[in-house]
């Protein structure tokens, strides 16, 4: 990645691209505190030091832009970096899409759409006859050269392909199963039968568990449900939903439904 000025703003093409540095970065910008200053954008995050929020001030090119990284090569991130992210997103798909809800294999295809579009950003470096991005396009040495190289370019971008082929099939032949507008009232309103809940392990989860529970019988509806975006939902074979809370880096159940 470019190296940051923190005296000046970090030049993107579109608001896609300002979201995709931020996760590059690994930082999640706080909600609600993005805003215009000066005909930048001030994007406010977390900070590492106990001396509160910092903030990243960008300058987009095109902001009516929805959802497209922009035309040509970025300003800010470099072929490595692209790569990188991308393998990054696919590392956090599932290793199967069995027993994964509709709902949950869509985020997961959405996660996988962005990855590609990562790997067309990296594309657009390679000009055409050459057989390698050219050394002037990083803004540091590659540890992989030879993953530049056109058909190492060409192998991952197959291997990609049918993943997405994989993920995509198993989201459109995924059974109906309850999702987030079947639930009505709060969720202290439900309790889970006695001798299902004695079938989950013990809260708080740790990070992946949620998946692993997707093996004993359960389904993952969805990681953020739309009003409550902390809390996730699951589904039993035997008809019953789980309600998980994530908190910090844990994920915890606070309430197990029936339906």
Known sequence: ????????????????????????????PLVGDAEDEGGDVVVWRPALEPRGAEALRFRIEDRAAAGDLGPGTSPVLDPADFRRHAEDLVRSVPASPDRLGALYLERVCERLALA???????????????????AEHFHDEPSEPDAFERAAIAEEDGRL???????ERARDQA????????LTGAPDSYALPREEAARLPAPPYPPGELEALA??????????????????????ESGALLLVKVEGDREVVRQEIAQ
């Open 116 to 134: 590609v579009a990562c790997r067309e950003q990296l594309r657009r470096f390679l000009a055409e006859g050459q057989r390698a991005i050219p």
């Open 215 to 236: 093996g004993r019988g359960w389904q993952i509806v969805s990681t953020s449900l739309p009003d409550r975006p902390e809390w996730g939902m699951l589904h039993h």
């Open 1 to 28: 990645m470019k190296p940051i000025d923190e005296n000046a703003p970090i030049d993107v093409r579109t608001p896609a691209e300002m979201a995709l540095v931020l996760e590059v970065l690994g930082h999640n």
């Open 161 to 167: 392909s049918g993943l997405v082929k994989e993920m």
């Open 175 to 182: 059974g109906s199963i309850p999702g987030p507008e079947d």
